[in-house]
């Protein structure tokens, strides 16, 4: 088995995202790279046969430099990745779970199928805008922007909120919140969305956009209809970018009335 990864600066991972979505539809694996946090490495599988050997290169993905890096690795790679896979519990509130393992009595459970798209509730963003969801009181609607698996949106669904919406650039993610949606026995709308093009961005009382800092930059720049939030949480940011955004929306009426940090990532809590 062949392990194909792309290291690409945080700032143009989208473009490389789509780029390799095209090649790959079937799903990516994305992860940080700790020995320098302003890059992100995507990696696909596959057989010999299907991905070359390419050892170590520099190339272009849509007309961004990027590192390349393939290496062997043992063929039931399938069974072992679910090492990988921790459980989280949020605030003593909610465990977050792959289905392989056991629910947690007393708390909230959300089951996240790791396998389908990116987000299963173990990443330092995830953790804090689910902190941030847990200490709101559910009024009305909620979108999650960039909803990825739909951890956001289906903790949003358990919690009260109603109706949640889920929106994602990418077809897996639509499909892959819709599976856990289900899994977890709750309501939630997903479907496709390009923000990058869009003329608008769609809204509710409660938004959710767990995105990087160039994505968040773009919504705050195309504005919100038919109205503003009543309150964005927004994440996916490093803790230096973190006053930039919160700058950004406050020019929307959004201001910023919380901060989380964990790790090298921040999460803020802006209100109207």
């Known amino acids: 088995m062949i392990r194909l990864a792309v290291r690409v600066p945080r700032e143009s991972c989208e473009l490389v995202l ?27 599988y596959g057989s010999a046969g ?3 050997d390419l050892g170590a290169a520099a190339a272009h993905v849509a007309g961004i430099p990027v590192d390349v890096f393939t290496q062997e690795i043992a063929d039931d790679w ?12 949020i605030a003593g509130k909610l465990h977050v779970r792959p289905p392989w393992l056991e629910a947690q009595p007393g708390v ?18 995830t953790q804090l805008c689910l902190e941030l969801l ?3 009181e559910p009024q009305g609607a909620m979108l999650d922007l960039g909803c990825g698996s739909g951890v956001l949106a289906i903790a949003a669904a358990q919690l009260g909120f109603s109706p949640v919406v889920g929106l994602d650039f990418d077809p897996a993610s639509v499909e892959a919140t819709d ?11 997903a479907a496709r969305f390009d923000l990058m093009h869009a003329e608008a961005i769609p809204s509710a009382p409660t938004v959710a956009a767990n ?18 939030p009543q309150t964005l949480v927004a994440s996916g940011l490093l803790r ?3 006053d930039e955004v919160a700058a950004a929306f406050e020019r929307h009426g959004l201001r910023e009335t919380g901060r989380r940090e964990l790790g090298d990532w921040a999460a803020l809590l802006l209100q109207r």
């Open 108 to 125: 909230l459970d959300l089951v996240i199928d790791p396998a389908r798209a990116f987000g299963t509730g173990a990443h330092e963003t």
């Open 211 to 228: 995105l990087l800092r160039p994505l968040l930059l773009q919504v705050a720049e195309t504005g919100f209809a038919p109205e503003v």
């Open 134 to 136: 847990l200490e709101l």
């Open 18 to 44: 789509a780029e390799l979505l095209e090649l790959a539809p079937s799903g990516i694996e994305e992860q940080d790279v700790p020995e320098n946090p302003s890059l992100i490495e995507y990696a696909v």
């Open 78 to 89: 399938h069974e072992r990745w679910r090492d990988f896979h921790k459980p989280v519990t």
């Open 179 to 189: 599976d856990n949606a289900k899994v977890n026995g709750v309501q939630v709308k």
């Open 240 to 242: 230096h970018e973190a």
């Open 50 to 52: 299907e991905l070359p």
